[in-house]
């Protein structure tokens, strides 16, 4: 079992930049493929990024390559968003989500948190 909890969110001009936090309880952190996804209001779930659980490789959906960086920290049982250059089509609320292997699908991952909103004003 995994906890997660995002913070970071806010409301930003288009251009600025927030970083997104996402922490996690247990003594297993290492060990889960960890990724961010997001969702706009009467839009699904979408996949935003994914880093790997040991070795730290990443994946990113196309409109975040080069704006945003995925990353993580298991020593403190927390990963990260660095997002840059937003646009108000990045207005969404972020969540985080925890599984057993890397993976761009909503379905593929047990284990989510309560989501940050991130507001992007034009």
């Known amino acids: 079992q995994v906890q997660l909890v995002e913070s970071g969110g806010g409301l930003v001009q288009a251009g600025g930049s927030l970083t997104l936090s996402c922490a996690a309880s247990?003594?297993?952190?290492?060990?889960?493929?960890m990724a961010w996804f997001r969702q706009a209001p009467g839009k699904e779930r979408e996949f935003v990024a994914r880093?790997?659980?040991?070795?730290?490789?990443?994946y990113y959906q196309d409109s975040a390559k080069a704006r945003f960086t995925i990353s993580r920290d298991n020593a403190k049982n927390t990963m990260y968003l660095q997002m840059n250059s937003l646009k108000p089509e990045d207005t969404a609320t972020y969540y985080c989500?925890?599984?057993?292997?890397?993976?761009?699908?909503?379905?593929?991952?047990?284990?989510w948190g309560q989501g940050t909103q991130v507001t992007v004003s034009s």
């Open positions: 989500a925890a599984g057993s292997f890397s993976s761009t699908l909503v379905r593929h991952y047990n284990y």
């Open positions: 247990g003594r297993t952190f290492s060990s889960y493929a």
């Open positions: 880093i790997s659980g040991s070795l730290g490789s990443v």
